[in-house]
Structure formats: C-alpha cells, structure tokens
C-alpha cells in the first residue's frame, strides 16, 4: 500500500500471546477476531486459502508482499463462505486487475465480515513465528476515525492471550455440513467453467470434515458420483449405500478428539472398501489403525513444499495446509509410510498394507497449488476399478 494512501483505511492492531504488537491498517470488516496465527508462502490463491475450511480459527498471514492484485472471483471458492478467522498481509494494491474478478479483495472481506490487516512488517512476524512457532492472536479493526489507544492495544493483547489452544479442539463437526447432498460439478476449463460428471462409473461416499471443493471436483472428473455426508455419520449407514469407494477429506483442528471419525474409518477399512484421505482424513486413518498424532511447533502452510514419493523416488512440489502430524515411530505393522516432506522429513503418506486404503498429507487438488500429486486419485480410482473385478 502507497504511503500516501494509508489514510483510504482506518487503523487496525494485531497482537500476539506472547505481548508482540503491530499497528497497520484495516481492510476488512470492523471488530476484533482470535485465532491461532500461521503464515503461508504461496504466491497467488488467497481467495481459496480464505474459503478453507482447514482454516477455522486460524489468522493467516501471507508472506507475500503484494495480495490482492487480481481481485475476487465467485468461481474460486473452496467453501461457501470464509472460514479464516482473519488475514494478515504486508501490501494490499488498490488496483485490481483480472478478467474474472467482480470485487476486490477488501470489498470480498468487508462482505464475509471478515477482519484483516494490511501495511506491517509480515517478515518479521513470519520469522517470529518461525521462532517461535504458531501462537494465538487477535486483530482489531477500527472504525473510520478511531485512532490506536493504549487501551485498545491492551485490549487486543487480553484476546489473544484469551483465545483457545488449538490442540484438543474438535473442529471438523463445527466446519462439516449438516445434511448429505450429491456431488457432480467436474473440473474448470478456460472459456467453459465449471462441468457437470454426465457419466458417472464409481459412487463415492466422502466424509466432509472441512472439505474443498475442488478435491470434490477432482473426484467427480474421474468419473465418481460423490455424495457427501456429514463428519459425524456412522460406518454403517456409509457401508448401507453400497459405494465403490470412502474418501476422508481435509479438515481443521486436532485429530485426535474426532473419536466418532477414527471408530467410523476403522470400520470401513476393515470392510475392504478402497478408501483415500487427505489431510485431517490421513491423521484420522493413522489414528484408526493405531499409530499417533502430534501438534507441529512449525505447522506446513503454502503451495511450494517439496514432497518424496518414496516407492519411485519421484519428487512433487505440493500444497500444504496442517499443523499436526502423524508420528512415524508410532506407525503399526500394517501401515507403511509412502511419502515423506523434504522440508523437515514428517510424515505425508501412508498405505495399508492388507487393505485397499492410502491417505496422503497435503492438499493434492492444487486450490492452490500445483498438481503434481494429482495421480493419487487416480489411485483412488484404480483400487475402486481393481475392487469390482475381485
């Protein structure tokens, strides 16, 4: 943001628990909002890292310097609504330029309600939160003609000091639909937009504890018919619907309180039924067939983290959305490990060893990111075709 032009926004504080505070300005909806503060490195997609339902109670803080050039567009939702408790970036351009954008961003903030700063030092934050680790937060928005007041900082440092432990929270049933629905809407083409699966081969029934869009778009191009079904619903009415295939999805907070999850995945997997997991739904298979989760001091949040594959040595540049993970000391005989991150050598993927059932740890639909990790649902695909002929 031009200097000169800080004055088109009114003040706003972030604080953090730790009694570090920075003053910018806000771009986003007026009030005070808590989370835990993460950064994330990718370049473009703050609309989908926003709509992430992985995000709940999270603030995010974007290292990249400019965000909001090419302004919001209705297609690039991953949720149907923001899920971030806040944002926080260093420059927000006050031109937005792009053929499919119908608002800017701080118009989309201020409709989402959602509160968010501009114009500080976010690699400064982002080394203390390297530092550090992930720790809680607070924003304030102010209103048009408010000034910053000691009383108002005090105040900012209270809620964050306030605000609750991510480890031991249960999110996935506060983010998960109420009600089962049907999924056909295929992938994005240039010029088209979005398809519809007119043809479909598989059924798949997806567990929603936090799920994007697009790995719903992703399946139904492969040809599955998906029907989503709330976090909280039991193995025996998924296994009553007679589906090719179970998917866990991404989801937020810690996994291990989603005992109803863990019970229900430990059932289908046993069943026999091919089943995939991404994200919370990779910890909620490890945590099924009896290894453990732990809270990451440095949580992975971007779209550039390089992945091994380790059956083919292969190396993919994967989006990444988590701050826990699964501990591979603690992984039973039946499981083995497939993928590990080449940043700090956590764990990304896992496989059964008797079972038609693999789970992976980033996010491979690429909202955002890359697609190299894209051909784990066509292994999805490939154990439901290879189920049929046995």
């Given at each position: 943001?031009?200097?000169?032009?800080?004055?088109?926004?009114?003040?706003?504080?972030?604080?953090?628990?730790?009694?570090?505070?920075?003053?910018?300005?806000?771009?986003?909806?007026?009030?005070?909002?808590?989370?835990?503060?993460?950064?994330?490195?990718?370049?473009?997609?703050?609309?989908?890292?926003?709509?992430?339902?992985?995000?709940?109670?999270?603030?995010?803080?974007?290292?990249?310097?400019?965000i909001g050039n090419y302004g919001v567009s209705p297609e690039d939702i991953e949720a149907d609504k923001v899920h971030a408790a806040g944002l926080i970036i260093k420059?927000?351009?006050?031109?937005?330029?792009?053929?499919?954008?119908?608002?800017?961003?701080?118009?989309?903030?201020?409709?989402?309600?959602?509160?968010?700063?501009?114009?500080?030092?976010?690699?400064?934050?982002?080394?203390?939160?390297?530092?550090?680790?992930?720790?809680?937060?607070?924003?304030?928005?102010?209103?048009?003609?408010?000034?910053?007041?000691q009383a108002l900082i005090d105040q900012a440092l209270a809620a964050a000091k306030a605000a609750p432990n991510m480890a031991g929270l249960d999110l996935a049933k506060?983010?998960?639909?109420?009600?089962?629905?049907?999924?056909?809407?295929?992938?994005?083409?240039?010029?088209?937009?979005?398809?519809?699966?007119?043809?479909?081969?598989?059924?798949?029934?997806?567990?929603?504890?936090?799920?994007?869009?697009?790995?719903?778009?992703?399946?139904?191009?492969?040809?599955?018919?998906?029907?989503?079904?709330?976090?909280?619903?039991?193995?025996?009415?998924?296994?009553?619907?007679?589906?090719?295939?179970?998917?866990?999805?991404?989801?937020?907070?810690?996994?291990?309180?989603?005992?109803?999850?863990?019970?229900?995945?430990?059932?289908?997997?046993?069943?026999?039924?091919?089943?995939?997991?991404?994200?919370?739904?990779?910890?909620?298979?490890?945590?099924?067939?009896?290894?453990?989760?732990?809270?990451?001091?440095?949580?992975?949040?971007?779209?550039?983290?390089?992945?091994?594959?380790?059956?083919?040595?292969?190396?993919?540049?994967?989006?990444?959305?988590?701050?826990?993970?699964?501990?591979?000391?603690?992984?039973?005989?039946?499981?083995?490990?497939?993928?590990?991150?080449?940043?700090?050598?956590?764990?990304?993927?896992?496989?059964?060893?008797?079972?038609?059932?693999?789970?992976?740890?980033?996010?491979?639909?690429?909202?955002?990111?890359?697609?190299?990790?894209?051909?784990?649902?066509?292994?999805?695909?490939?154990?439901?075709?290879?189920?049929?002929?046995?």
């Open positions: 943001m031009l200097l000169s032009l800080k004055g088109t926004f009114p003040p706003a504080i972030l604080a953090l628990a730790d009694g570090t505070v920075f003053i910018g300005n806000s771009i986003g909806a007026t009030g005070t909002t808590v989370g835990e503060v993460v950064f994330n490195t990718s370049i473009t997609g703050y609309q989908e890292i926003l709509t992430d339902p992985s995000y709940c109670q999270q603030i995010v803080t974007l290292t990249y310097p400019h420059d927000l351009p006050l031109i937005a330029s792009n053929f499919r954008s119908t608002e800017t961003l701080s118009q989309y903030l201020v409709r989402e309600r959602t509160v968010a700063i501009s114009n500080i030092d976010t690699r400064k934050l982002t080394r203390l939160l390297r530092e550090k680790g992930a720790q809680n937060g607070a924003i304030v928005g102010l209103a048009e003609g408010q000034e910053v007041t506060v983010v998960s639909t109420q009600a089962a629905y049907e999924w056909t809407e295929t992938e994005w083409v240039l010029g088209k937009g979005y398809g519809t699966l007119e043809a479909p081969q598989f059924h798949v029934v997806a567990y929603d504890y936090g799920v994007k869009k697009n790995i719903l778009r992703m399946l139904a191009q492969r040809g599955c018919k998906v029907t989503v079904v709330p976090a909280q619903t039991p193995a025996a009415d998924v296994l009553a619907m007679k589906p090719d295939g179970v998917f866990l999805s991404n989801g937020p907070g810690d996994p291990q309180p989603c005992d109803y999850a863990i019970e229900a995945t430990r059932t289908i997997v046993e069943s026999g039924l091919p089943t995939f997991g991404i994200c919370l739904g990779h910890q909620i298979m490890a945590l099924a067939a009896g290894a453990k989760t732990f809270k990451m001091t440095h949580s992975h949040h971007g779209a550039n983290h390089p992945v091994k594959d380790l059956d083919t040595g292969r190396v993919s540049i994967t989006s990444q959305n988590h701050g826990f993970a699964v501990e591979m000391d603690s992984l039973p005989a039946n499981l083995r490990a497939t993928h590990v991150s080449l940043f700090d050598g956590t764990l990304q993927g896992l496989v059964h060893k008797d079972k038609p059932a693999f789970c992976f740890q980033g996010h491979p639909e690429a909202s955002p990111g890359p697609h190299d990790i894209a051909y784990l649902f066509d292994r999805f695909t490939d154990a439901m075709r290879s189920a049929r002929t046995q």
